[in-house]
T-cell receptor, first 111, second 117 residues
Framework: DAKTTQPTSMDCAEGRAANLPCNHS???????VYWYRQIHSQGPQYIIH???NNETNEMASLIITEDRKSSTLILPHATLRDTAVYYC????????????FGKGTTLSVSS | GAVVSQHPSRVICKSGTSVKIECRSL??????MFWYRQFPKKSLMLMAT?????????EQGVEKDKFLINHASLTLSTLTVTSAHPEDSSFYIC?????????????FGPGTRLTVL
């Protein structure tokens, strides 16, 4: 069963911020929220992850609600190259545990 | 970030033949490697988890005799699709976790497109 719920698709104008939501209402205390993306016909690419604090790196920001039941991935200035499927994944940070992918959100960035 | 390579990137074979796909971690050692399969317009499905020097663990519904996985070293895992049939045509992606990583990050290869005629 999927642990996360994401919208099927979203559109964003180039240069604007893309805000991708994810619901994970059954998340447990030791589970992290990971975000990956997959550009067409390529392997998935790591974006960011977090436990309960907001996180930021050179690619994106991750905002996790206080109750940890949802999160938002923010791409501050979307470009055409950000068009991809974005996966929100919840997982314990343990050795030997594979990432399990849901359906993700297809983000289309247009000029 | 760490780099994972796959070879070949594309392969076309005849039905009934076997195909081997290699997955290498280029600049790190990986105790654990994962194999996924992805059909068109679908998400990645985990096929198996392999640990260096031991037998792979297959997900439910994945035939271990058909999809042979070998993880003989800390930098190489292979997936052999035996007696391939058209329904095995798919995008196969491997992933590796770094041995000494500070957190549980998986690095993915670029994928191998298998077409069985």
């Amino acid at each position: 069963d999927a642990k996360t719920t994401q919208p099927t698709s979203m559109d964003c104008a180039e240069g604007r911020a893309a805000n991708l939501p994810c619901n994970h209402s059954t998340i447990s205390g030791n589970e992290y929220v990971y975000w990956y993306r997959q550009i067409h016909s390529q392997g998935p690419q790591y974006i960011i992850h977090g436990l309960k604090n907001n996180e930021t790196n050179e690619m994106a920001s991750l905002i996790i609600t206080e109750d940890r039941k949802s999160s938002t991935l923010i791409l501050p200035h979307a470009t055409l190259r950000d068009t991809a499927v974005y996966y929100c994944i919840v997982r314990e940070d343990q050795a030997g545990t594979a990432l399990i992918f849901g359906k993700g959100t297809t983000l289309s960035v247009s000029s | 970030g760490a780099v994972v390579s796959q070879h070949p990137s594309r392969v076309i074979c005849k039905s009934g033949t076997s195909v081997k796909i290699e997955c290498r971690s280029l600049d790190f050692q990986a105790t654990t490697m994962f194999w996924y399969r992805q059909f068109p317009k679908k998400s990645l499905m985990l096929m198996a988890t392999s640990n260096e020097g031991s037998k792979a663990t297959y997900e439910q519904g994945v035939e271990k005799d058909k999809f042979l996985i070998n993880h003989a070293s800390l930098t190489l895992s292979t997936l052999t699709v035996t007696s391939a049939h058209p329904e095995d045509s798919s995008f196969y992606i491997c992933s590796a976790r770094e041995l000494a990583g500070s957190y549980n990050e998986q690095f993915f290869g670029p994928g191998t497109r298998l077409t069985v005629l």
